[in-house]
């Protein structure tokens, strides 16, 4: 079965202090893992598709990579504007175009 | 760009209720799906449509049917709402074959009481 971990479940930075989120997976065939992003009550925001062991992909402050088992968010000098809760998903050689996600990180940046 | 509509923002029914939730695209996606998001518990899969009048459950369609008339819609039906049904319901599509993000709506809150 199919298996997305995120972690930590929640984490506070202060403004300017680095650092990393985790995603780790188990997936018979990894077509592509996902990074969204998730304001409160609104619909996830698309950051980053990544599909092979070794890729890396940044977009601003936010940086993410990939291993044959885990994927690293890294966010660099964060501001409070990047809070928000971070999702994690798979897709897998199944056929379909579904995506499972991981219960995400609540990401909080205190100024 | 691609949008995902859906329906109503926040929703109220009472228990017992039929509730139907709405999700149209504009961009003539052949792949729609409907996950619910409860704290602690991430977005699981409900249903998933390939095409007009197929679908696919999902991890936890129980309690749930899908309609699918109209490539552009995608129906989501609670044929007797639960208060354990109370929970973000989020839509999204995709193109057939197409190994990239999924296009989301910006959700519905429903409240089962």
């Known amino acids: 079965e199919d298996q997305v971990t995120q972690s930590p479940e929640a984490l506070r930075l202060q403004e300017g202090e680095s650092s990393s989120l985790n995603c780790s997976y188990t997936?018979?065939?990894?077509?592509?893992l996902f990074w969204y992003r998730q304001d409160p009550g609104k619909g996830p925001e698309f950051l980053f598709t990544l599909y092979s062991a070794g890729e890396e992909k940044e977009k601003e402050r936010l940086k993410a990579t990939l291993t044959k088992k885990e994927s690293f968010l890294h966010i660099t000098a964060p501001k409070p504007e990047d809070s928000a809760t971070y999702l994690c998903?798979?897709?897998?050689?199944?056929?379909?175009?579904?995506?499972?996600f991981g219960k995400g990180t609540k990401l909080t940046v205190n100024p | 760009d691609v949008k995902v509509t859906q329906s109503s923002r926040y929703l109220v029914k009472r228990t017992g209720e039929k509730v139907f939730l709405e999700c149209v695209q504009d961009?003539?996606?052949?792949?729609m799906f409907w996950y619910r998001q409860d704290p602690g518990l991430g977005l699981r899969l409900i249903y998933f449509s390939y095409d007009v009048k197929m679908k696919e459950k999902g991890d936890i369609p129980e309690g749930y049917s899908v309609s699918r008339e109209k490539k552009e819609r995608f129906s989501l039906i609670l044929e007797s709402a639960s208060t354990n049904q109370t929970s973000m319901y989020l839509c999204a599509s995709i193109p057939r074959g197409l190994n990239e993000k999924l296009f989301f709506g910006s959700g519905t809150q429903l409240s089962v009481l």
């Open positions: 997936v018979s065939g990894l077509r592509g």
């Open positions: 961009m003539d996606h052949e792949n």
């Open positions: 998903a798979v897709r897998r050689w199944d056929g379909s175009e579904k995506l499972v």
